[in-house]
């Protein structure tokens, strides 16, 4: 790491750019919106002058030093609506989170290429032939979004040359205007769009396969000689920081979880190894930064070279809780199935968190609800235990109210509404060529559904088929009893279920069949339901923060976890399940048939940090997660963590700041989570390998 990188470093982990930030009373953005409602003006027209008011209070900021330009003073961005008119929406229309385009991957590469200059000549060219009205006005709207971004690029010129940083003058002088030439140029360009889309109020906007656009600039440089690899590493190394410059502002559950993941390494559209220098470079520059952002996702397939796997191991013994790993041998057979063109599966890259989506070309909306298997079995054993006759039977009935539960839930997502974005239209393809912004869809727009808690419902299950039905230690009645008690007064019968009974993660089909039944059960209720716009539904192995929330609205269960203990995030192991180790783990998760619940969802694992103390851990935890691939993993996160230092952290947080753990589907610093997060992660169990 050079000496101006280290310098922009430690002003990013000490929060020195913050002073920056102006302090805005939040009348005048309420007095903003409504202006916008006595205009009576349309949502997309609102968009565009949000756009223009958001950009119009920016003070552009250039450091003397940098190369790379854009940071946000203004840390809101005000509403398009009142109260009043977005109460009325949500009356007629279905909202999916704030009712904003989000968690979707654009094809930045083409206007990287292009330039906006040239994009607009686009743009007209399709106005001058559109004989409707709402197209006409989309087309302008794209138009006057384009003038208005590159008058604000304009500023920010203006001011590279005041501070005497010329070089950043000249670079935005010529990009995003005119299409990018040099590796600098298309990281400046990329900067100033993904800007633009946070102050357009859309959110989660994913980066994509990073090192497959951004090569040709990378390659191109190398080989004239315009740079060597230090230097393009260290415009790679101050590209990255910039991620973090406004992550704080970004919204999310969580500080941390803010979408901006990258995709690295896989397979390219006749189904070769694409992986190439810049993948490399990416994974080396996140273990030197040590930051949260930008996420790095790993793609994998059969032909990984362990070298790979290994690079992708120091950065979990980093601590940052990522590479996310996902295997293209079964995500790509995976997406063909659910409708997916070939070429487009091969292309794929993951959401905010690990949902897969098309760039460019994907309008699904992957986390729309969830399944909460746990809370199907309670609601099953309630009405039905007592009166089935065999474990199969009982089995028939959750299954049952799984598909009720399909056919309930998939209903509730009639006229949904989102705001227009012509920002992000430009960048998504076939925008333009329709006349129709992202928010009323694109070439596919499925809806994906996760799944919560398979571990807690699969352990519940097999405790009643043994304890119940086989071995007759226990009645229905008393079962439904001790549950309804949380086990006060049982405690004989919760030492049972929750240290004798079998888990999943012990590689035993007993209970490992029953998951397996499950999952398939919740793809199959999904199979021929198709949305309002036309896309099927998605069964999923992740949980993103429903692991919270279906876990407070649960009681006690019949695998010996009391009420108010949690569920395990994602696809994983119980949390009071004691597991002989990661490897049986790994081949208990490995056996359902992760083709169908395709939506996507890691195994997660905490695996203790001393694992790592030795140089040959790196090759042991690589031919690990290479193992799991090979066995039909379709995702996998490895977190290096150490209970006493978080139990420490949540203590003394001043020295902790930098502490850097991975939530669920994204990493964040572990201080600045609410208690409940910290607390969850505390009790994620350790192991080792």
Request: glycine letters at 8%.
């Amino acid at each position: 790491m050079t000496k101006r990188i280290e310098a922009m470093l430690d002003d990013i982990l000490n929060k020195r750019h913050h002073k920056y930030r102006q302090h805005i009373d939040s009348a005048v953005f309420t007095q903003f919106t409504r202006e916008l409602f006595l205009k009576g003006l349309s949502d997309t027209e609102r968009s565009v002058k949000r756009l223009a008011f958001v950009l119009e209070l920016e003070k552009p900021v250039v450091f003397p030093e940098e190369k790379i330009a854009f940071m946000r003073t203004v840390p809101k961005i005000p509403e398009i609506f009142t109260d009043k008119e977005w109460s009325d929406i949500k009356a007629k229309h279905f909202i999916h989170e704030q009712g904003k385009v989000c968690n979707i991957s654009p094809n930045y590469g083409r206007t990287i290429k292009l330039g906006l200059d040239a994009r607009r000549e686009e743009v007209i060219q399709y106005l001058e032939t559109a004989e409707d009205g709402e197209v006409r006005q989309f087309y302008r709207s794209v138009l006057d979004t384009i003038d208005i971004v590159l008058s604000f690029v304009d500023r920010y010129a203006q001011e590279a040359r005041r501070v005497g940083n010329t070089e950043v003058a000249e670079i935005l002088n010529r990009v995003p205007r005119y299409g990018a030439v040099t590796f600098n140029e298309a990281l400046q360009s990329f900067r100033v769009l993904h800007y633009i889309l946070w102050a357009s109020f859309n959110y989660h906007n994913t980066i994509g396969r990073f090192d497959q656009y951004m090569f040709p600039y990378l390659k191109a440089d190398l080989d004239s000689g315009h740079l060597n690899y230090d230097q393009a590493f260290e415009l790679l190394e101050e590209f990255f920081l910039t991620f973090n410059r406004d992550s704080d502002l970004y919204p999310g559950i969580q500080q941390g979880d803010n979408g901006q993941s990258m995709v690295l390494g896989g397979v390219d559209s006749e189904g070769k190894d694409a992986s190439n220098i810049l993948t490399e470079m990416c994974l080396k520059a996140s273990l030197e930064m040590n930051l949260i952002d930008p996420k790095i996702n790993l793609r994998v397939n059969k032909d990984t070279g362990q070298e790979m796997f290994e690079l992708g191991t120091r950065l979990t013994k980093q601590g940052l809780g990522f590479p996310q790993y996902s295997n293209d041998d079964i995500v790509i057979p995976g997406l063909v199935e659910k409708g997916y063109s070939l070429e487009d599966a091969r292309n794929y890259v993951v959401a905010a968190c690990w949902e897969f989506i098309i760039p460019g070309v994907g309008m699904d909306i992957p986390n729309i609800g969830a399944l909460a298997y746990a809370d199907i079995v309670d609601k099953t054993l309630r009405y039905a235990l007592e009166e089935s006759k065999s474990f199969d039977g009982f089995m028939d009935r959750v299954k049952d109210e799984i598909f009720s539960w399909a056919d309930i839930e998939t209903n509730k997502f009639g006229n949904i509404y989102m705001e227009p974005s012509p920002m992000m239209s430009l960048l998504m393809d076939g925008c333009i060529s329709s006349g129709k912004d992202i928010s009323h869809g694109s070439r596919y727009n499925n809806y994906g559904l996760h799944g919560t808690g398979i571990s807690t419902a699969a352990d519940s299950l097999a405790a009643i088929k043994r304890y119940i039905f086989e071995e007759k230690l226990l009645t229905a009645e008393e079962l439904i009893k001790a549950i309804d008690a949380n086990y006060v007064g049982y405690e004989d019968i919760l030492q049972k279920l929750k240290y004798e009974a079998p888990k999943m993660g012990n590689d035993d089909d007993y209970v490992d069949d029953i998951a397996k039944e499950l999952m398939e059960t919740f793809a199959k209720a999904l199979v021929g339901k198709t949305n309002e716009r036309g896309g099927c539904y998605r069964a999923g192995t992740g949980s993103a923060m429903f692991y919270v929330w279906h876990a407070k609205d649960l009681g006690a269960t019949p695998d010996g976890r009391r009420k108010g203990e949690f569920l395990s995030a994602n696809y994983a192991p119980s949390l009071n399940a004691k597991t002989k180790g990661p490897v049986s783990i790994i081949r208990s998760f490995a056996k359902p048939d992760l083709i169908k619940t395709i939506n996507g969802g890691p195994l997660t694992l905490e695996i203790h940090d001393t694992v790592f103390k030795g140089e040959d851990s790196i090759s042991k935890v690589a031919t690990f997660v290479k193992h799991f691939m090979d066995m039909g993993g379709h995702q996998l996160q490895i977190n290096s963590v150490n209970r006493d230092k978080l139990l420490d952290a949540q203590k003394n947080p001043d020295m902790y700041k930098n502490l850097i753990v991975r939530v669920w589907g994204w990493s964040g610093y572990f201080v600045e989570l609410d208690k409940e997060y910290q607390d969850h992660i505390i009790q994620r169990v350790e192991l080792s390998i």
